[in-house]
DNA sequence: ATCGCTTGCCTAGGAGCGCTAGGCTACTAC
DNA sequence: GTAGTAGCCTAGCGCTCCTAGGCAAGCGAT
């Protein structure tokens, strides 16, 4: 009887990729353990329970995430690094939708504290520093920026756009300029426009 | 025995306040039944199946939504009616959270075509008469406003801005600001800046 | 008014999932 | 070699979704 040699780690790998395969709602832990030819039962001498394997899950895709941002971000400034960062995120959930899904989970904020999601934030804060912007405008214009990245992502993927035929690259592309647009020119506030 | 007079209507109202109460994922068919003091397989005379039940949770909240939205709109051109758009989607979302994440249901095609989604769509582009924006980049900026309001409504719900002290109101009305400026002076088409 | 027929509920039951308890076996450390 | 532990197992409970088939309430027509 070989033992099929199953750690947290490859655990959380083989639920990753199933996530991106069938979609996050179909990671149970009946269907991993079929994965590695396992009983069920088995699986819970590594993960507490289903919850437990979706944050791990949630963890390794901010951590992935983060990763490829940085790889982007190196040797950029401006909205060069603006348009890497905003690409980076946009191609890691489309080419990882599930493990894009599993991100949403709301972690306790310990857990966050320790997670990837920090580096997320810092990262954005770096890109600010093109854009010269002081507190408390750099984080509100850091919430708006994960916002819209977060949102037009969000709203692609669930066919938000669907209902206009204009390929979503280039809203995509002109949403990023305008991004950039309102970051070189932040508006006082809120005051008497034109 | 008296009948419990259930109809689907019912079931879908009573299904989005159990919703908004202990989320969506826990809306099943069995808890419903429960509440109507009923046994589950007697509401699949109903409804379809499970998903079909969220699927008209979404449907009603997209209605109610969009009727809040257009009273919010009544009377209001230019920033105003950004903001007050912006706000009743934000207020929603928050009086509402399970309804609001039972619209993210990815509908099928037909479904989405004659949904209120549509109206969405129409009052977002009736706003943005008071900015003068000629197509593609009319459809452009509806894309970029919503992804803005259901990012950061997202991110906000899912404790993505717990991180920094700064009220998340705050930020908000700054984003609008921010929102309407860019959309006073839509940029150019990628070009050299400032 | 009563005979159907439809409507609205029921019971029974299968299949899948999450999870716990407790047992056996293979490997590892000494 | 022996002790201990790590890694798997079976058994079983409670919950979910959903189907099949039965019975009764209330309606319309004769």
Redesign the interface.
Known sequence: MARAGVTAERLTLVAAELADEVGVENVTVAALARHFGVKDASLYFHIKNARDLRVRIALLALAELADRVAAALAGRAG?DALVAFADAYRDYARQHPGRYAAM????D?ET??TSA??RH?EMTRAILRGYRLAE??Q??????M???????V??EK???????P?P?D??W???L??????L????P??GA??
Chains 1, 2 share one sequence.
């Not at 949403?104 to 972690?107: A, N, R, T, V």
């Not at 984080?139 to 708006?144: L, N, P, Q």
């Not at 070189?184 to 508006?187: A, R």
């Open positions: 909205k949403q989970i709301d972690l904020p966050a504290a999601g920090v934030a408390p405008d984080t509100d214009a850091v919430r708006m994960h916002s819209t990245f977060h949102g037009f969000s709203l669930t066919g938000g756009f669907r209902h206009t204009r979503t280039d809203s592309s002109r949403t300029d305008a991004l950039d647009a309102v070189t020119n932040w508006p506030r809120s426009a034109a």
